[in-house]
């Protein structure tokens, strides 16, 4: 077997997996130590921020070490759709400044002005740019918010989002047309299928602006069900429509080796909200760590 190049990835992991944010219900009594302690057994190097965190950047440092993880980034709830640059940068400063100072180089940017995500709404009402004029005015914005974050250390990841303006394949073209650089784009395989478009394709697509992923695996018959039942984006998720990786349909093997020929170089974040009652938090966390630890040192290794 041949030698192939390095593979500059780390495998970290959201804590959604034990508790989500959008559902307390779902894993709201799992204590973070209990998160952090089984995912460092499993493997993964650092985790994604979740409520449970403390917002101190002493106390986030001191928590994370005692379990030798990282911070691998963390969502902000961003309204740029809806307010100027100025106050969003004035809100964004403490996370920001938790971010910079715990070694994270990518801030996951949401935009929650008008989003549904969170609400029993039909997934068919989220919101939309109609006119051409607003799409600019929200990607200049986007773009100087963006300018701001970099002169930290760290990058927005624009997180495409079902029941959100960017929602759509096309709403990912628009959004990378009409913004600078300093605008990355996270790539999430589990939104990017629900929204309708081919995972791969569109990672092909977009890559050269990809500064981050979310590896998450999807069931294409509950999603069926969601877009014909008219769901909203939560009962979608109580049904079983994300899962980890190697537990879906995904084409998780094509989609690293693009990132891999494409140099990539940051994390790999599996991220799948579910019911740990359903499918229970160590068992799916350790399932999506292997297949991917797999297929990355697969690339490593090169041909046979």
Not at 119 to 144: I, M
Not at 284 to 297: C, E, F, K, P
Request: net charge neutral.
């Amino acid at each position: 077997m041949s030698k192939g190049k390095p593979f500059a990835v780390r495998i970290g992991i959201n804590p959604i997996s034990w508790s989500n944010d959008d559902l307390p219900s779902l894993g709201g009594e799992t204590p973070l130590e209990t998160a952090l302690t089984e995912g460092r057994t499993i493997g993964y190097q650092g985790f994604e921020l979740g409520n449970k965190f403390p917002r101190d950047p002493a106390a986030l440092r001191d928590v994370l070490s005692r379990h030798g993880l990282e911070l691998v980034s963390g969502w902000y709830s961003g309204r740029l759709a809806e307010r100027s640059v100025g106050a969003e940068i004035a809100a964004v400063g403490p996370h920001l400044d938790l971010l910079a100072k715990n070694g994270a180089t990518v801030m996951v940017y949401g935009e929650v002005a008008g989003s549904i995500q969170g609400s029993p709404t039909p997934l068919y009402k989220r919101p939309r740019f109609v006119r051409a004029a607003q799409w600019r005015e929200y990607a200049d914005k986007l773009t100087a918010f963006a300018r701001h974050t970099l002169s930290r250390g760290v990058r927005v990841g624009y997180h495409h989002h079902m029941g959100a303006f960017v929602q759509a394949p096309e709403d990912v073209d628009q959004l990378m047309a009409l913004t600078g650089d300093e605008v990355g784009l996270l790539f999430d395989t589990g939104h990017m299928s629900f929204g309708g478009g081919d995972a791969v394709d569109m990672l092909g697509k977009h890559i050269g602006r990809v500064c981050h992923v979310h590896c998450k695996d999807v069931r294409p018959s509950v999603i069926r069900l969601a877009r014909n039942r008219n769901w909203s984006f939560l009962e979608a998720v109580i049904n079983g429509a994300f899962t980890v990786p190697g537990d879906g349909a995904i084409d998780f093997r094509s989609l690293l080796t693009l990132l891999h020929g494409h140099g990539y170089k940051g994390w790999l974040v599996v991220e799948a909200e579910q019911d740990p009652v359903v499918a229970p938090a160590y068992r799916y966390a350790d399932m999506g760590y292997r297949h991917l630890r797999i297929l990355v040192s697969a690339l490593e290794e090169g041909p046979a």
